[in-house]
């Protein structure tokens, strides 16, 4: 057989060949060789010499071939052996392909060691306001209420008119703010929420007292961004409505989330303030927990953080105003129930001392790395 490789050495006028049948017989003869050879590769060594022998750039039979019987061939003969020659040189290198692929097989099928170590994956942690949100929600669940989430985009009628914040009322001074433009003819309009109550009136046009429900989310306002301020932050809406809910129920569950989360030293206040969806509505104070509510830093001097007062403002609430269930066709005289609404981007600057809310928007890993 190795013959035909010393004749790849010699000029087309010395291979003694002058028909097209003759140097049809040449080429099958190289490529039974080459076949032959390639069934016996098996290693990666044994493929890659297949491969410089056959197919290399310097000195392979392929190189030869072309070299010495193609070059070399009288004029009338060279279209013969150019056709042949083309054959020849696309059968090796899908000889080649084949086992390159069956190396490549071989290689996923080698068993694998299972004493080496396994790959480590840093994988990334829940970011602080997800973390607060399950904490939230966690305490919540314990007390009976369950999440609902509602959309983003909603119509005036759900952010405002439902809630009874009727147009041109100025309470929409501070929330009429991010409008969507929308295509010409599509009905509207749209805006972005400014809080998670919306999703009160389309949880109460859903279900029927009695109804325990918090609603997690993202809300956005037209606000210049400042160390406590974002155009984009979080709530968490709560709503408890049944036939027998009063104020003391009210107190009693945001007192025990206010000492879940916070700790049982925290003590907490009242005060009264206005919406127009709660009646009587009231702002949630907590005893400031850097300085114990006394006002005075550990470091001495006036404490930061609730400026001297001793209370730092953390939501607002209050009882469902009865206007409010005319929207969802309940009956105001048979059901009763509270609110709430909690930005939890301070509510997490509180408990973890951070003095900036743009740090939770800015992704900085020295940032996030500090909550795990
Ligand atoms: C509301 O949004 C009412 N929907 C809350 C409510 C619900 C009252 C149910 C009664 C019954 P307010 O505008 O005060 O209320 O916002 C609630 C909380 O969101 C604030 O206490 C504050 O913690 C947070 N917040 C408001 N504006 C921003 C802002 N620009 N950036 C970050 N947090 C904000």
Redesign the pocket.
Known sequence: MTAILEKTKLPFADLGVSTGGEIENLFRQLTELADAEQRKVITDEEREEFRVRWLGRNDSVRVRVKRNWLDTAPKEMRRWVGTYFQYFSEHVESAYSYVKLAGEILEVDKPEDLSLPGVIRPIGTHHLIRQVFQEIEDIFFSIGFSVVEGPEIETPYYNFEA?NIPEFHPVRD??DTFYLELPKGAPGPLLLR????PV?IRTMEKRQPPVRVIVPGK?Y?R?N?DA????????I???AVDSDITFCDFTGTIDYFVKQFFGESVKTRFRP?Y?P??EP???FDASCIFCEGTGTAKSGGTCGKCKGVGWI??????M?DPAVYGFVNYDPKKVSG??????????AMLKYGIDD?QAFFQNDVRFLRQFP
């Open positions: 809630l501070d929330m400014t809080h998670t109550s009160q809300v306002r606000d961004p406590t301020h974002s155009f984009m932050f979080h709530q809406e709560g709503l303030s919406f969806f709660t509505s009231v702002e403002e953390l939501f607002g609430a209050g469902v509270f609110a709430f609404g909690i930005g939890i981007d301070r509510l809310i």
